[in-house]
């Protein structure tokens, strides 16, 4: 099994609605990354997770909360957003491994801010 | 600061003409090089990678690349180009697992986005 899987595929919310996009990977990797991704542009690093603990936060606005519950899972509990926050949300999870290892990609949740 | 730059941005080619995307980065320490592609729609899919070794790398559907330490380039190549190539190409750059678990960036180029006609 070589899947990321996010859920989910699409999602709608209002400038004062809370939700949460969900991230699971079942290749023993232990660290697993948030990246943002706009329309024709490269994915934008938010956060990057190492055995469970946030070792990276790109200087992410706070209406974006990270949560890694066990080595499998990545939550990223929104609220608040702006409509400038519609985008691709890609989760992706790496290693460990001997050497050196690649990341695998979800297919993303499509996020629409009204 | 880890950084790729991707010189092509728009590249349209024939079916069967041949194929370089350029990648450059910049990285202090041993480096990791992936070529990435996106379908429309899809998600985002390994091309192929370069850790050590052997300084030409080949990759899935006829792909490769070539790592020249020197330049810091990492350029892609194809002999020969099919319709379904077309797609976003993104080179990306990160650290080795061993140094550190896994908690470094993987840094995206701007990508290439390359139309192959009929």
């Known amino acids: 099994d070589t899947e990321v899987t996010q859920t989910p595929k699409h999602l709608v919310m209002g400038m004062t609605n809370k939700k949460s996009l969900k991230c699971e990977q079942h290749?023993?990797?232990?660290?697993m990354y948030w990246y943002k991704q706009k329309a024709k542009k490269p994915p934008e690093l938010m956060f990057v997770?190492?055995?469970?603990?946030?070792?990276i936060n790109e200087s992410v606005p706070s209406r974006f909360s990270p949560e890694c519950p066990n080595s499998s899972l990545l939550n990223l509990h929104l609220h608040a957003l702006q409509p400038e926050d519609s985008a691709l949300y890609l989760c992706?999870?790496?290693?460990?491994?001997?050497?050196?290892?690649?990341?695998?990609f979800g297919q993303g949740t499509r996020l629409t801010v009204v | 600061a880890q950084s790729v730059s991707q010189h092509n941005h728009h590249v349209i080619l024939s079916e069967a003409a041949s194929l370089e995307l350029g990648c450059n980065y910049s990285y202090g320490g041993t480096v990791n090089l992936f070529w990435y592609v996106q379908y429309p729609g899809q998600h985002l899919q390994l091309l192929l990678k370069?850790?050590?070794?052997?300084?030409l790398v080949k990759g899935i559907k006829g792909f490769e690349a070539e790592f020249i330490k020197s330049k810091f380039s990492f350029n892609l190549r194809k002999p020969s180009v099919q319709w379904s190539d077309t797609a976003e190409y993104f080179c990306?750059?990160?650290?080795?697992?061993?140094?550190?678990?896994?908690?470094?960036?993987?840094?995206f180029g701007t990508g290439t986005q390359l139309k192959v006609e009929l």
């Open positions: 290749m023993g990797h232990r660290a």
């Open positions: 370069y850790f050590s070794g052997d300084p």
């Open positions: 992706a999870s790496r290693g460990p491994g001997e050497e050196n290892t690649e990341a695998f």
């Open positions: 990306a750059v990160g650290g080795p697992w061993r140094l550190t678990g896994g908690g470094n960036k993987l840094t």
């Open positions: 997770y190492s055995y469970e603990k946030l070792s």
